[in-house]
């Protein structure tokens, strides 16, 4: 028999316990979230496990024809028609090897995606081009460049190991 002291210490526990955990706010939320319970078997189509842990359709959710057709199934497989036969097979599985490894179309859509970035991007390097750079400096020059290059030589700059030491001074040619 529990003591009234038991009692007020139980009520106080599971109170402090509702107080504290999320359980009581959840019930604010007007959001309901589908949560999968990890801890029963689960139903998945994959190829690498050929043999679910349970079967497509619950045992508790079959219809009276379905029921029908598992009583019928305890008897000799002979019996029973090909119709029958795959509608016990779907009942057990969702989806044959073959449906799970049909492709989907999918990559059309990633593809046409991409494609659209790829032009979107094109479009805006070719409008910066033309409105927001302006024209290619004058130091580019093939002329320009290459009297920077005369005068590099002529300074000496970096004669050891760098630009000028490729420079063959008595010939007056690359290296």
């Known amino acids: 028999m529990l003591t009234s002291r038991a ?13 504290c955990s999320t359980s009581a706010l959840q019930g604010s939320h007007s959001k309901v979230v589908d949560v999968i319970d ?17 079967p497509f359709v619950k045992h508790d959710q079959l219809s009276a024809e379905q029921k029908k057709l598992k009583e019928k199934e305890k008897a000799s497989w002979k019996s029973l028609s090909k119709e029958e036969q795959l509608a016990l097979y779907r009942m057990t599985f969702e ?5 799970m490894r049909k492709g989907s179309d999918e990559w059309k859509t990633v593809l046409g995606g991409v494609f659209f970035f790829m032009g979107f991007t094109g479009l805006l390097v070719w409008w910066q081009r033309v ?8 130091t580019l020059s093939d002329e320009w460049v290459e009297k920077q290059t005369q005068r590099m030589i002529d300074m000496r700059i970096n004669p ?9 001074y008595e010939k007056k040619q690359w290296k």
């Open 95 to 99: 989806l044959t090897y073959p449906e």
């Open 38 to 54: 990890c801890s029963v078997p689960q139903y998945n189509n994959r190829l690498d496990t050929p043999l679910p842990d349970r």
């Open 131 to 138: 409105y927001v750079f302006g024209d290619v400096p004058h």
């Open 7 to 19: 009692l007020i210490r139980g009520l106080q526990s599971s109170l402090w316990r509702s107080v």
């Open 160 to 168: 050891v190991n760098g630009f000028a030491s490729q420079w063959d």
